[in-house]
């Protein structure tokens, strides 16, 4: 038996428009119309958002943790659970929680974890994102150098156990420590493949692009930059269409004024889209925490290493959305894609998430008129609302 619901008194943005005096009619797990609200279905459950806005769930595709839980940490099916829950609490209805650089054992975990997960149908859990260990130690950021490595085929038989597990998976790779011809192996296995944590160059990088490689992690830092004579992976992620490149809005790990130089920039159909790169913080009043045996300090907004290092970000999705719509001024429908639609695009995942169509899984946030949080849906069930 279909069980619908009929959200009204919303203002409603589709992913493309907005819709005034309509209801959002969800359908069990989906998403059935959009419908004007005097034509609502006799047999929907009537629900009042008292003049609130529904938009597209957020989708952030690099989470390493959140409620007091970092993935390296707790490499287990409740981890998985409990960083899902933290950040439904700021609107991310699909994430892929982000395995940074760690021994083979912790990985084997992370990934049976994540199979585990998907059994349980846990809420929000889109896939795994495996950032490293094959990157490269000049631009290893927090990342531990003494576990940076080049990849094994040992590695790609692991990674290749989990083809068709997940929603989506992404892997994070510098060519410094994989090959053209393993990054398009995995790509051709249709897995998301990502370089950061590189010092490449313009050309090596447009050479993975046509192998396979799709996204770019956390555009600017932890790169080649873009030099006048050589471009690097940033001018590579700007001036090649095909590529998505994610970005850490929170003012610290980029400067607004090279975000609105980027957005300008970049050459499409592939976006820039918004990532957290959230850390165990987000939801807790956590001081510090320990990665791989190093203790990570939170000041200020910051998250850093004793020496300083970046390790990380202390943001969520809705304080990402409103910081590219009201610091940088870009249109709110804007905003909100990059933290919807752009990601969803990046890893394929776009005629079923990223929009509030018909068909499409029922994920949505309902906010106030200043964008703060009232309560989070994931396929057709509320899992947070802020009393």
């Not at 046509?210 to 790169?223: D, I, K, S």
């Amino acid at each position: 038996m279909t069980t619908r619901k009929a959200i009204t008194g919303a203002r409603i943005f589709d992913g493309t428009i907005w819709h005034d005096g309509a209801a959002l009619i969800i359908a069990d797990s989906k998403i059935e119309s959009v419908e004007r609200a005097t034509h609502l279905p006799s047999d929907a459950e009537t629900i009042d958002a008292e003049g609130a806005l529904i938009v597209p769930g957020f989708i952030d595709l690099q989470v390493n943790g959140g409620g007091g839980v970092l993935l390296n940490e707790e490499p287990t099916a409740e981890g998985l659970r409990q960083i899902c829950a933290a950040h439904a609490k700021f609107g991310t209805t699909a994430l892929l929680p982000t395995l940074i650089t760690d021994t083979p054992e912790i990985t084997a975990k992370t990934v049976a974890a994540g199979k585990q997960a998907k059994e349980q149908g846990l809420p929000g859990f889109l896939g795994l994102h495996l950032e490293g260990p094959h990157l490269s130690v000049a631009r290893k950021g927090a990342h531990d150098p003494t576990l940076i490595r080049p990849m094994e085929e040992k590695d790609i038989e692991l990674i290749l156990t989990c083809r068709g597990e997940f929603e989506a998976m992404m892997i994070t790779i510098a060519p410094e420590n994989v090959t053209v011809d393993q990054a398009g192996r995995l790509a051709q296995a249709g897995f998301t493949i990502s370089l950061g944590h590189t010092e490449t160059s313009y050309e090596t990088a447009r050479a993975y692009t046509e192998a396979g490689v799709r996204t770019v992690t956390h555009l600017f830092n932890a790169m080649s930059p873009l030099g006048h004579r050589e471009p690097g992976l940033v001018g590579a992620a700007l001036d090649t269409g095909s590529l998505y490149a994610g970005l850490i809005a929170d003012g610290i790990h980029v400067h607004p004024a090279s975000m609105q130089v980027a957005l300008h920039a970049k050459t499409g159909p592939g976006k820039i889209f918004i990532v957290t790169d959230a850390m165990s913080t987000i939801g807790t009043d956590l001081k510090s925490f320990t990665l791989n045996g190093r203790e990570i300090l939170r000041r200020d907004g910051r998250l850093t290493l004793a020496d300083g290092t970046l390790a990380g970000a202390d943001i969520d999705m809705i304080s990402s959305a409103r910081f590219v719509h009201r610091t940088l001024g870009l249109p709110l429908e804007e905003a909100l894609r990059m933290a919807s639609a752009y990601p969803a695009e990046a890893v394929r995942i776009s005629d079923r998430k990223g929009s509030l169509k018909a068909g499409y899984d029922a994920d949505f946030v309902i906010l106030t008129r200043d964008l703060g949080m009232k309560s989070t849906w994931i396929g057709g069930n509320k899992v947070y609302q802020n009393h």
